[in-house]
């Protein structure tokens, strides 16, 4: 079992380079038509300063931290028993080419479920940009199949 001990960890603030190269990348990866991801000039027109970020690509900033893989460690969990239980986003502000996002990671909670058979970690992030705005909150489930 994991030990509810852990429930409040937060990781230290880790920052990641929205590069619009990779921006224009996911969009096409995920089959976004709309030209503000892609071209620069409709991202303008439509009132950003820069390309903003596709839906769910606060996902891919936050993979790029340690977060997952520090908690995950310090809770003892092996790698190979977690799934991907859920994500959820809250956007706060545009997440644009150029910004740099601050990632904070907590375990909010801890439980079990089938007489732990199945344990859920509950990890909420905080994004901010490089001005100290909030972009996004996000939340995640991890399941730990034991």
């Known amino acids: ?3 509810k001990k852990h429930i409040g960890r937060t990781t230290a603030p880790q920052t990641i380079d929205v590069e619009k190269g990779r921006l224009k990348f996911f969009a096409k990866a995920i089959g976004e038509t709309d030209p503000v991801y892609t071209d620069e000039e ?3 027109a439509a009132g950003y300063s820069a390309l903003p970020a596709p839906p769910t690509f606060a996902f891919c900033l936050e993979m790029e ?16 028993k977690i799934l991907h239980g859920s994500q ?20 909010s909670d801890i439980y079990d479920k089938k007489g732990g058979k199945m344990e859920f970690i509950i990890e ?4 901010t ?4 705005t909030p972009v ?4 995640r489930v991890i399941v730990v199949i034991n």
């Open 124 to 127: 909420d992030s905080t994004a």
């Open 65 to 80: 931290t340690n977060s997952l893989w520090d908690n995950i460690a310090a809770m003892g969990v092996p790698v190979g």
């Open 1 to 3: 079992m994991i030990d």
């Open 88 to 107: 959820t986003f809250k956007y706060l502000a545009p997440i644009l080419a150029g910004d740099k996002i601050t990632f904070v990671t907590k375990v």
């Open 129 to 132: 940009n490089q001005n100290g």
């Open 42 to 44: 409709a991202a303008k």
């Open 136 to 139: 996004a909150e996000l939340q």
